[in-house]
Protein backbone atom coordinates (compact mmCIF):
# COMPACT_ATOMS: atom_id res chain seq x y z
CA UNK A 1 0.00 0.00 0.00
CA UNK A 2 2.74 2.62 0.59
CA UNK A 3 4.54 2.24 -2.90
CA UNK A 4 0.78 2.92 -4.02
CA UNK A 5 0.57 6.02 -2.20
CA UNK A 6 4.23 6.85 -3.37
CA UNK A 7 3.31 6.85 -6.60
CA UNK A 8 0.15 9.50 -6.08
CA UNK A 9 2.34 11.77 -3.84
CA UNK A 10 4.35 12.35 -7.72
CA UNK A 11 1.28 12.94 -9.11
CA UNK A 12 0.06 15.67 -6.24
CA UNK A 13 3.58 17.61 -6.95
CA UNK A 14 2.85 17.19 -10.62
CA UNK A 15 -1.17 18.39 -11.38
CA UNK A 16 -2.18 21.93 -11.17
CA UNK A 17 -5.13 23.05 -9.46
CA UNK A 18 -7.02 24.18 -12.09
CA UNK A 19 -7.18 20.65 -13.47
CA UNK A 20 -8.72 19.46 -10.19
CA UNK A 21 -11.22 22.68 -10.28
CA UNK A 22 -11.95 21.72 -13.89
CA UNK A 23 -12.51 18.30 -13.66
CA UNK A 24 -14.79 18.91 -10.45
CA UNK A 25 -16.69 21.31 -11.90
CA UNK A 26 -18.33 18.92 -13.83
CA UNK A 27 -20.23 18.12 -10.35
CA UNK A 28 -21.11 21.36 -10.56
CA UNK A 29 -23.18 20.98 -13.73
CA UNK A 30 -25.11 18.21 -12.87
CA UNK A 31 -26.17 20.24 -10.14
CA UNK A 32 -27.66 23.09 -12.21
CA UNK A 33 -29.11 20.47 -14.77
CA UNK A 34 -26.67 21.78 -17.58
CA UNK A 35 -24.80 19.46 -20.03
CA UNK A 36 -21.80 18.55 -19.34
CA UNK A 37 -19.06 20.68 -19.54
CA UNK A 38 -20.52 23.88 -19.34
CA UNK A 39 -18.21 25.49 -16.91
CA UNK A 40 -15.30 24.59 -19.17
CA UNK A 41 -16.92 25.14 -22.44
CA UNK A 42 -18.22 28.96 -20.31
CA UNK A 43 -14.37 29.53 -19.06
CA UNK A 44 -13.31 28.84 -22.68
CA UNK A 45 -15.63 31.40 -23.70
CA UNK A 46 -14.61 34.34 -20.86
CA UNK A 47 -10.77 33.73 -21.06
CA UNK A 48 -10.94 34.86 -24.78
CA UNK A 49 -13.23 37.84 -23.85
CA UNK A 50 -10.52 39.13 -21.15
CA UNK A 51 -7.49 38.51 -23.00
CA UNK A 52 -9.18 41.00 -25.91
CA UNK A 53 -10.09 43.08 -23.06
CA UNK A 54 -6.31 43.38 -22.46
CA UNK A 55 -6.55 41.85 -19.11
CA UNK A 56 -3.28 41.12 -17.08
CA UNK A 57 -2.06 38.35 -15.91
CA UNK A 58 -3.15 38.34 -11.90
CA UNK A 59 -6.94 39.39 -13.41
CA UNK A 60 -7.03 37.07 -15.99
CA UNK A 61 -6.19 34.30 -13.15
CA UNK A 62 -9.34 35.52 -11.22
CA UNK A 63 -11.41 35.50 -14.16
CA UNK A 64 -10.35 31.79 -14.81
CA UNK A 65 -11.25 30.83 -11.32
CA UNK A 66 -14.31 33.07 -11.31
CA UNK A 67 -16.16 31.24 -13.95
CA UNK A 68 -14.83 27.48 -12.72
CA UNK A 69 -16.16 28.22 -9.80
CA UNK A 70 -19.37 30.14 -10.71
CA UNK A 71 -21.51 27.44 -9.36
CA UNK A 72 -20.07 26.22 -5.87
CA UNK A 73 -23.18 27.49 -4.53
CA UNK A 74 -25.36 26.08 -6.30
CA UNK A 75 -26.16 23.15 -4.29
CA UNK A 76 -27.48 25.44 -1.45
CA UNK A 77 -30.88 26.86 -2.82
CA UNK A 78 -31.82 23.88 -4.37
CA UNK A 79 -34.03 22.22 -1.98
CA UNK A 80 -35.55 25.68 -1.15
CA UNK A 81 -35.92 26.07 -5.45
CA UNK A 82 -38.55 22.17 -4.98
CA UNK A 83 -39.71 23.54 -2.13
CA UNK A 84 -41.42 26.65 -3.82
CA UNK A 85 -41.89 24.80 -7.25
CA UNK A 86 -42.13 21.38 -6.22
CA UNK A 87 -40.83 19.65 -8.88
CA UNK A 88 -37.15 18.71 -10.55
CA UNK A 89 -35.22 22.10 -9.39
CA UNK A 90 -32.47 20.80 -11.77
CA UNK A 91 -35.15 21.38 -14.51
CA UNK A 92 -36.02 24.78 -12.47
CA UNK A 93 -32.60 25.96 -13.17
CA UNK A 94 -32.13 24.47 -16.35
CA UNK A 95 -34.74 26.11 -18.35
CA UNK A 96 -34.50 29.29 -15.37
CA UNK A 97 -30.82 30.00 -17.64
CA UNK A 98 -32.30 31.40 -20.85
CA UNK A 99 -35.32 33.61 -19.15
CA UNK A 100 -34.80 37.28 -19.55
CA UNK A 101 -35.60 37.88 -15.83
CA UNK A 102 -35.88 41.48 -16.84
CA UNK A 103 -39.37 41.00 -18.23
CA UNK A 104 -42.02 40.11 -16.32
CA UNK A 105 -44.14 38.37 -19.14
CA UNK A 106 -41.11 36.05 -19.54
CA UNK A 107 -40.90 35.73 -15.70
CA UNK A 108 -44.76 35.10 -15.42
CA UNK A 109 -44.40 32.09 -18.38
CA UNK A 110 -42.12 30.49 -16.85
CA UNK A 111 -43.57 30.47 -13.38
CA UNK A 112 -46.98 29.06 -14.89
CA UNK A 113 -45.02 26.52 -16.77
CA UNK A 114 -42.85 25.24 -14.54
CA UNK A 115 -44.86 25.40 -11.01
CA UNK A 116 -46.21 22.47 -9.34
CA UNK A 117 -45.83 20.19 -12.60
CA UNK A 118 -47.92 16.86 -11.83
CA UNK A 119 -49.26 18.06 -9.06
CA UNK A 120 -53.36 18.99 -8.53
CA UNK A 121 -54.97 21.91 -9.50
CA UNK A 122 -55.24 23.75 -6.28
CA UNK A 123 -51.59 22.79 -5.39
CA UNK A 124 -50.35 24.29 -8.83
CA UNK A 125 -52.53 27.26 -8.25
CA UNK A 126 -51.01 27.75 -4.85
CA UNK A 127 -47.59 27.46 -5.78
CA UNK A 128 -48.42 30.32 -9.02
CA UNK A 129 -50.12 32.48 -6.18
CA UNK A 130 -47.51 32.39 -3.70
CA UNK A 131 -44.47 32.79 -6.60
CA UNK A 132 -46.05 35.88 -8.48
CA UNK A 133 -46.87 37.53 -4.88
CA UNK A 134 -43.83 37.22 -3.45
CA UNK A 135 -41.01 36.27 -6.51
CA UNK A 136 -39.33 39.14 -6.44
CA UNK A 137 -38.21 38.50 -2.35
CA UNK A 138 -37.70 34.96 -3.33
CA UNK A 139 -35.50 35.15 -6.29
CA UNK A 140 -33.46 37.52 -4.15
CA UNK A 141 -33.05 34.85 -1.32
CA UNK A 142 -32.26 32.34 -3.81
CA UNK A 143 -29.63 34.08 -5.50
CA UNK A 144 -28.25 35.25 -2.36
CA UNK A 145 -27.97 31.74 -1.02
CA UNK A 146 -26.12 30.62 -4.01
CA UNK A 147 -23.60 32.97 -4.40
CA UNK A 148 -22.46 33.90 -0.66
CA UNK A 149 -22.00 30.47 -0.47
CA UNK A 150 -20.07 29.91 -3.89
CA UNK A 151 -18.00 32.47 -2.83
CA UNK A 152 -17.33 30.83 0.80
CA UNK A 153 -16.06 28.01 -1.11
CA UNK A 154 -13.66 29.97 -3.41
CA UNK A 155 -11.88 31.40 0.42
CA UNK A 156 -12.34 28.15 2.03
CA UNK A 157 -10.12 26.91 -1.30
CA UNK A 158 -7.09 29.83 -0.60
CA UNK A 159 -8.51 32.19 -4.03
CA UNK A 160 -7.89 35.77 -3.40
CA UNK A 161 -10.82 38.47 -2.62
CA UNK A 162 -11.70 39.15 -6.19
CA UNK A 163 -12.34 35.74 -7.34
CA UNK A 164 -14.78 35.28 -4.42
CA UNK A 165 -15.89 38.84 -5.50
CA UNK A 166 -16.57 37.81 -9.17
CA UNK A 167 -18.90 34.64 -7.88
CA UNK A 168 -20.95 36.99 -5.39
CA UNK A 169 -21.96 39.61 -8.34
CA UNK A 170 -22.39 36.77 -10.65
CA UNK A 171 -26.10 37.59 -10.92
CA UNK A 172 -26.15 41.47 -11.06
CA UNK A 173 -26.33 43.31 -14.19
CA UNK A 174 -25.36 45.97 -16.12
CA UNK A 175 -28.36 48.26 -15.69
CA UNK A 176 -29.05 47.73 -11.85
CA UNK A 177 -31.91 44.84 -12.46
CA UNK A 178 -29.84 41.99 -11.18
CA UNK A 179 -29.22 40.45 -7.58
CA UNK A 180 -28.95 40.05 -4.74
CA UNK A 181 -27.60 43.95 -4.43
CA UNK A 182 -28.91 45.84 -7.50
CA UNK A 183 -25.44 46.71 -8.41
CA UNK A 184 -24.94 48.68 -11.82
CA UNK A 185 -22.17 49.65 -13.89
CA UNK A 186 -18.81 49.10 -13.21
CA UNK A 187 -19.91 48.66 -9.41
CA UNK A 188 -20.24 45.12 -10.52
CA UNK A 189 -16.36 43.57 -10.56
CA UNK A 190 -15.00 42.80 -14.66
CA UNK A 191 -14.73 39.26 -13.68
CA UNK A 192 -18.16 38.91 -12.80
CA UNK A 193 -19.61 40.54 -15.55
CA UNK A 194 -17.95 38.99 -18.17
CA UNK A 195 -18.68 35.29 -16.27
CA UNK A 196 -22.11 36.33 -16.61
CA UNK A 197 -21.59 36.80 -20.25
CA UNK A 198 -20.16 33.90 -21.05
CA UNK A 199 -22.72 31.50 -19.02
CA UNK A 200 -25.54 32.55 -21.19
CA UNK A 201 -23.55 32.31 -24.48
CA UNK A 202 -22.81 28.51 -23.31
CA UNK A 203 -26.60 27.68 -22.67
CA UNK A 204 -27.99 29.58 -26.00
CA UNK A 205 -25.18 27.96 -27.81
CA UNK A 206 -25.97 24.81 -26.53
CA UNK A 207 -29.87 25.11 -26.94
CA UNK A 208 -29.75 26.47 -30.57
CA UNK A 209 -26.05 26.82 -31.74
CA UNK A 210 -23.90 30.02 -32.46
CA UNK A 211 -27.05 32.24 -34.20
CA UNK A 212 -29.01 31.89 -30.91
CA UNK A 213 -26.46 32.80 -29.05
CA UNK A 214 -25.20 35.88 -31.09
CA UNK A 215 -29.19 36.95 -30.77
CA UNK A 216 -29.52 36.69 -27.09
CA UNK A 217 -26.20 38.70 -27.01
CA UNK A 218 -27.47 41.84 -28.63
CA UNK A 219 -31.19 41.75 -27.08
CA UNK A 220 -29.04 41.58 -23.51
CA UNK A 221 -26.09 44.16 -24.46
CA UNK A 222 -26.39 47.10 -22.15
CA UNK A 223 -29.08 45.17 -20.12
CA UNK A 224 -27.86 42.37 -18.77
CA UNK A 225 -24.30 42.94 -20.24
CA UNK A 226 -21.36 45.42 -20.31
CA UNK A 227 -21.39 47.16 -23.72
CA UNK A 228 -17.71 46.60 -23.56
CA UNK A 229 -18.01 43.21 -22.73
CA UNK A 230 -20.01 42.18 -25.64
CA UNK A 231 -17.98 44.30 -28.05
CA UNK A 232 -14.83 42.17 -26.63
CA UNK A 233 -17.24 38.95 -27.43
CA UNK A 234 -17.81 40.61 -31.15
CA UNK A 235 -14.59 40.54 -32.00
CA UNK A 236 -13.34 36.85 -30.97
CA UNK A 237 -16.12 35.14 -31.82
CA UNK A 238 -15.32 35.75 -35.24
CA UNK A 239 -11.94 33.91 -34.76
CA UNK A 240 -11.93 30.39 -36.84
CA UNK A 241 -11.56 27.86 -33.93
CA UNK A 242 -13.67 30.29 -31.22
CA UNK A 243 -17.13 27.99 -31.76
CA UNK A 244 -15.54 24.75 -32.44
CA UNK A 245 -13.82 24.48 -28.99
CA UNK A 246 -16.81 24.55 -27.48
CA UNK A 247 -17.69 21.46 -29.10
CA UNK A 248 -14.22 19.48 -29.30
CA UNK A 249 -13.48 16.68 -27.35
CA UNK A 250 -10.82 17.90 -25.96
CA UNK A 251 -11.84 21.33 -24.57
CA UNK A 252 -10.80 20.48 -21.03
CA UNK A 253 -7.27 20.14 -22.17
CA UNK A 254 -7.44 23.96 -24.05
CA UNK A 255 -9.02 24.90 -21.18
CA UNK A 256 -6.12 24.31 -18.52
CA UNK A 257 -3.60 26.22 -21.34
CA UNK A 258 -5.82 29.29 -20.86
CA UNK A 259 -4.49 29.85 -17.35
CA UNK A 260 -1.84 31.97 -17.40
CA UNK A 261 1.09 30.03 -17.16
CA UNK A 262 2.92 32.57 -14.20
CA UNK A 263 -0.54 32.30 -12.16
CA UNK A 264 -0.55 28.19 -12.28
CA UNK A 265 -0.71 26.35 -8.85
CA UNK A 266 0.94 23.17 -8.49
CA UNK A 267 -0.86 21.42 -5.48
CA UNK A 268 0.41 19.63 -2.68
CA UNK A 269 -1.35 17.13 -0.19
CA UNK A 270 -2.96 19.82 1.98
CA UNK A 271 -4.35 21.83 -1.17
CA UNK A 272 -6.03 18.42 -1.82
CA UNK A 273 -7.65 17.98 1.52
CA UNK A 274 -8.99 21.26 1.29
CA UNK A 275 -10.25 20.56 -2.33
CA UNK A 276 -11.92 17.36 -1.16
CA UNK A 277 -13.18 19.40 2.39
CA UNK A 278 -14.63 22.14 0.36
CA UNK A 279 -16.42 19.75 -2.11
CA UNK A 280 -18.05 17.94 0.70
CA UNK A 281 -19.65 21.47 1.20
CA UNK A 282 -21.42 21.31 -2.45
CA UNK A 283 -22.77 17.77 -1.68
CA UNK A 284 -24.01 18.36 1.64
CA UNK A 285 -25.80 21.15 1.08
CA UNK A 286 -27.86 19.80 -1.52
CA UNK A 287 -30.47 18.48 0.77
CA UNK A 288 -30.81 19.28 4.71
CA UNK A 289 -30.84 15.83 5.48
CA UNK A 290 -27.63 14.93 3.91
CA UNK A 291 -25.75 18.10 5.60
CA UNK A 292 -22.73 17.11 7.58
CA UNK A 293 -23.16 12.96 5.79
CA UNK A 294 -19.86 13.25 4.05
CA UNK A 295 -17.83 14.73 7.09
CA UNK A 296 -19.29 12.36 9.00
CA UNK A 297 -18.87 9.49 6.82
CA UNK A 298 -15.15 10.96 6.45
CA UNK A 299 -14.93 10.76 10.13
CA UNK A 300 -15.96 6.94 10.63
CA UNK A 301 -13.80 6.12 7.53
CA UNK A 302 -10.43 7.46 9.12
CA UNK A 303 -11.78 5.72 12.92
CA UNK A 304 -12.46 2.58 10.78
CA UNK A 305 -8.93 2.85 8.69
CA UNK A 306 -7.16 4.00 11.90
CA UNK A 307 -8.47 1.06 13.86
CA UNK A 308 -7.25 -1.62 10.86
CA UNK A 309 -4.28 -0.34 10.98
CA UNK A 310 -4.20 1.09 7.83
CA UNK A 311 -0.65 3.32 7.10
CA UNK A 312 -1.36 6.86 7.80
CA UNK A 313 -0.67 7.79 4.41
CA UNK A 314 -3.29 5.66 2.88
CA UNK A 315 -5.86 6.76 5.47
CA UNK A 316 -5.49 10.39 4.71
CA UNK A 317 -6.11 9.12 0.91
CA UNK A 318 -8.94 7.44 1.81
CA UNK A 319 -10.40 10.39 3.88
CA UNK A 320 -10.83 12.07 0.78
CA UNK A 321 -12.69 9.06 -1.21
CA UNK A 322 -15.29 9.18 2.19
CA UNK A 323 -15.47 13.27 1.52
CA UNK A 324 -16.32 12.51 -1.99
CA UNK A 325 -18.45 9.26 -2.00
CA UNK A 326 -21.54 10.90 -2.70
CA UNK A 327 -20.25 13.66 -5.29
CA UNK A 328 -22.62 12.04 -7.80
CA UNK A 329 -26.08 13.18 -5.78
CA UNK A 330 -25.37 16.55 -6.93
CA UNK A 331 -27.33 15.48 -10.46
CA UNK A 332 -30.11 13.47 -8.24
CA UNK A 333 -33.71 15.87 -7.81
CA UNK A 334 -34.38 16.58 -4.57
CA UNK A 335 -37.76 15.73 -5.24
CA UNK A 336 -36.60 12.71 -5.08
CA UNK A 337 -33.47 13.19 -2.27
CA UNK A 338 -36.07 14.96 0.24
CA UNK A 339 -39.31 12.57 -0.36
CA UNK A 340 -40.77 11.40 2.67
CA UNK A 341 -42.35 8.47 1.53
CA UNK A 342 -41.58 5.37 -0.32
CA UNK A 343 -39.51 6.00 -3.60
CA UNK A 344 -41.16 4.64 -7.10
CA UNK A 345 -39.10 2.27 -9.56
CA UNK A 346 -37.62 5.47 -11.80
CA UNK A 347 -37.10 7.25 -8.51
CA UNK A 348 -34.67 4.50 -7.15
CA UNK A 349 -33.22 4.61 -10.29
CA UNK A 350 -32.33 7.78 -9.97
CA UNK A 351 -30.53 7.42 -6.09
CA UNK A 352 -28.72 4.39 -7.65
CA UNK A 353 -27.21 6.13 -10.61
CA UNK A 354 -25.08 8.88 -8.32
CA UNK A 355 -22.75 6.21 -7.55
CA UNK A 356 -21.84 5.24 -11.20
CA UNK A 357 -21.44 9.79 -11.29
CA UNK A 358 -19.60 9.79 -8.54
CA UNK A 359 -16.97 7.39 -10.33
CA UNK A 360 -17.17 9.06 -13.52
CA UNK A 361 -16.53 12.47 -12.07
CA UNK A 362 -13.64 11.15 -9.51
CA UNK A 363 -12.02 9.39 -12.84
CA UNK A 364 -11.73 12.61 -14.93
CA UNK A 365 -8.49 13.44 -13.14
CA UNK A 366 -5.57 11.31 -13.09
CA UNK A 367 -4.70 11.79 -8.92
CA UNK A 368 -8.42 10.30 -8.05
CA UNK A 369 -8.27 7.73 -10.63
CA UNK A 370 -7.93 4.86 -8.15
CA UNK A 371 -10.02 6.12 -5.42
CA UNK A 372 -12.71 7.35 -8.35
CA UNK A 373 -13.45 3.41 -8.09
CA UNK A 374 -12.79 2.34 -4.59
CA UNK A 375 -15.54 5.91 -3.70
CA UNK A 376 -18.32 4.81 -6.13
CA UNK A 377 -18.23 1.45 -5.42
CA UNK A 378 -19.39 2.24 -2.01
CA UNK A 379 -22.88 0.66 -2.24
CA UNK A 380 -21.90 -2.41 -3.75
CA UNK A 381 -22.58 -5.71 -1.54
CA UNK A 382 -20.33 -8.58 -0.59
CA UNK A 383 -23.10 -10.91 -2.09
CA UNK A 384 -22.91 -9.31 -5.10
CA UNK A 385 -26.56 -7.79 -4.66
CA UNK A 386 -24.88 -4.36 -4.77
CA UNK A 387 -24.88 -1.42 -7.41
CA UNK A 388 -23.65 0.07 -10.11
CA UNK A 389 -21.65 -3.18 -11.31
CA UNK A 390 -22.78 -5.59 -8.85
CA UNK A 391 -19.85 -6.92 -7.93
CA UNK A 392 -18.84 -9.63 -5.32
CA UNK A 393 -16.75 -9.91 -2.37
CA UNK A 394 -13.64 -10.68 -4.35
CA UNK A 395 -13.89 -7.88 -6.57
CA UNK A 396 -14.28 -5.08 -3.43
CA UNK A 397 -11.33 -3.24 -2.09
CA UNK A 398 -11.05 -3.33 1.59
CA UNK A 399 -10.85 0.54 1.40
CA UNK A 400 -14.36 0.55 -0.14
CA UNK A 401 -15.86 -1.56 2.68
CA UNK A 402 -14.71 0.73 5.05
CA UNK A 403 -16.17 3.50 3.21
CA UNK A 404 -19.20 1.07 3.09
CA UNK A 405 -19.38 0.45 6.45
CA UNK A 406 -18.83 4.55 7.37
CA UNK A 407 -21.54 5.12 5.09
CA UNK A 408 -24.63 2.85 6.33
CA UNK A 409 -23.66 3.55 10.35
CA UNK A 410 -23.92 7.07 8.95
CA UNK A 411 -27.35 6.59 7.23
CA UNK A 412 -28.79 4.87 9.90
CA UNK A 413 -27.75 6.68 12.75
CA UNK A 414 -28.74 10.37 10.88
CA UNK A 415 -32.33 12.18 10.36
CA UNK A 416 -33.99 10.85 7.57
CA UNK A 417 -37.44 12.57 5.61
CA UNK A 418 -39.21 9.44 6.39
CA UNK A 419 -37.90 8.74 10.09
CA UNK A 420 -35.82 9.65 12.96
CA UNK A 421 -32.32 9.12 13.86
CA UNK A 422 -31.82 5.56 15.55
CA UNK A 423 -29.81 5.21 18.54
CA UNK A 424 -26.16 3.92 17.95
CA UNK A 425 -26.79 0.47 20.22
CA UNK A 426 -29.83 -0.03 17.97
CA UNK A 427 -28.29 0.89 14.71
CA UNK A 428 -25.32 -1.58 15.20
CA UNK A 429 -27.92 -4.43 15.93
CA UNK A 430 -29.31 -3.75 12.63
CA UNK A 431 -26.14 -3.41 10.67
CA UNK A 432 -24.78 -6.96 12.19
CA UNK A 433 -27.60 -9.11 10.08
CA UNK A 434 -25.79 -7.56 7.08
CA UNK A 435 -22.29 -8.91 8.43
CA UNK A 436 -20.83 -11.26 5.73
CA UNK A 437 -23.46 -10.15 2.93
CA UNK A 438 -23.67 -6.19 2.68
CA UNK A 439 -20.91 -5.60 5.10
CA UNK A 440 -17.21 -6.71 5.99
CA UNK A 441 -17.64 -8.51 9.55
CA UNK A 442 -13.72 -7.38 10.39
CA UNK A 443 -14.67 -3.44 8.91
CA UNK A 444 -17.71 -3.74 11.03
CA UNK A 445 -15.45 -5.09 14.56
CA UNK A 446 -13.05 -1.90 13.57
CA UNK A 447 -15.99 0.57 13.83
CA UNK A 448 -17.47 -0.86 16.66
CA UNK A 449 -13.56 -0.67 18.42
CA UNK A 450 -14.28 2.77 17.80
CA UNK A 451 -16.95 4.18 18.45
CA UNK A 452 -16.08 5.39 22.39
CA UNK A 453 -13.99 7.96 20.52
CA UNK A 454 -16.09 8.46 17.29
CA UNK A 455 -18.59 10.59 18.46
CA UNK A 456 -16.59 13.81 19.17
CA UNK A 457 -14.10 12.94 15.99
CA UNK A 458 -17.38 13.10 14.05
CA UNK A 459 -18.67 16.49 15.99
CA UNK A 460 -15.32 18.15 15.14
CA UNK A 461 -15.14 17.57 11.19
CA UNK A 462 -18.69 18.50 11.09
CA UNK A 463 -18.10 21.60 12.85
CA UNK A 464 -14.81 22.29 10.42
CA UNK A 465 -16.82 21.86 7.52
CA UNK A 466 -19.73 24.28 8.30
CA UNK A 467 -20.13 27.42 6.26
CA UNK A 468 -17.55 29.97 6.85
CA UNK A 469 -15.49 27.88 9.17
CA UNK A 470 -12.14 27.32 7.74
Same mark, same amino acid.
Given at each position: M??I???Q???????S???????????????????? &????????????? !?????????????L????????? &?????????F????????LI??????????????L??????? =??????????????????Q?G?E??T????????? !????A?QLG????V??????L??H??GH???????????????????L????D?F????????A?????K????WF????V? #?FN???K???????????????K?S??E???R???????????? #?E =?????I????P?TY??S????????????????????????R? &??L???I?K???????L????R????????V??HA =?H???I?????????LS?????????L????Y?R???????P?????ITV???F????AD??????????????I????? &????? !??????L???????D?? #????A????PG??
Amino acid at each position: MGSIYALQSTAVEQISLSAIIGSLSYALDLTEGLPA &GHSLRSCWVGMHV !GQRMGMDSQELSHLYYTILLKDA &GCSSNAARLFELYGTDERLIKRDFKQVDSDSLMHLGRFVLSH =AGIGKSLHERVTRIMNLAQNGNEFATELVATRCER !GASIARQLGFDDEVAAGIRCLDEHWNGHGKPARLAGTQIPLNARIALLSQVIDVFHSAGGAALALEEVGKRSGSWFDPDVVN #AFNEVEKQHDFWSGLTDDGLQQKVSLLEPESRVIRIDEDRLDTI #AE =AFAQVIDAKSPYTYGHSSRVAAYTLAVANAMGLPVARQRWLRR &GALLHDIGKLGVSNAVLDKPGRLDADEWEQVKSHA =AHSEQILARMRIFSELSFVAGAHHERLDGKGYPRGLIAAHIPLETRIITVADIFDAITADRPYRGPIPIPEAIAIMEKER &GTAID !GDCLDALKRSLPGLDAG #ADQAATRLQPGVS
